[in-house]
């Protein structure tokens, strides 16, 4: 089994290698897998034993950013450059009068 653990907007990578095993009926290996309040009754887990693990450099990692945080982002930018706009535009009728 193999798992490939990868942040694109930080540009970062985990490898895990190792053995899985699914697991049915243990509830009480489920209930502390389980969150608290979680509204479904989970029926099995899967275990992995860790065998390996590797961290990569990020050089062949491409950045990747969410949709909605680049649109907050912008959105943050633009309202930073009218703000400047407008004390610009303050300054200069202040500067003629």
Same mark, same amino acid.
């Given at each position: 089994?193999? %798992?490939? %653990?990868?942040?694109?907007?930080?540009?970062?990578?985990?490898?895990? $290698?190792? !053995?899985?095993?699914?697991? !049915?009926? =243990?509830?009480?290996? %489920?209930?502390?897998?389980?969150? !608290?309040?979680?509204?479904?009754?989970? !029926?099995? /887990?899967?275990?992995?034993?860790?065998?390996? $693990? =590797?961290?990569?450099?990020?050089?062949?990692?491409?950045?990747? %950013? &969410? /949709? =909605?945080?680049?649109? =907050? @982002? *912008?959105?943050?930018?633009?309202?930073?450059? @009218? /703000? *400047? &706009? @407008?004390?610009?535009?303050?300054?200069? #009728?202040? @500067?003629? #009068?």
């Amino acid at each position: 089994m193999h %798992l490939f %653990l990868i942040d694109y907007a930080h540009r970062q990578r985990v490898k895990i $290698w190792g !053995e899985a095993r699914v697991v !049915e009926g =243990d509830r009480s290996l %489920l209930a502390r897998l389980t969150p !608290e309040g979680y509204k479904a009754r989970p !029926e099995r /887990a899967i275990v992995i034993r860790v065998t390996a $693990w =590797d961290a990569n450099c990020p050089q062949h990692i491409p950045q990747r %950013l &969410e /949709a =909605d945080d680049v649109r =907050d @982002a *912008l959105a943050e930018r633009d309202a930073r450059i @009218a /703000a *400047l &706009e @407008a004390e610009v535009k303050q300054i200069r #009728s202040a @500067a003629v #009068s």
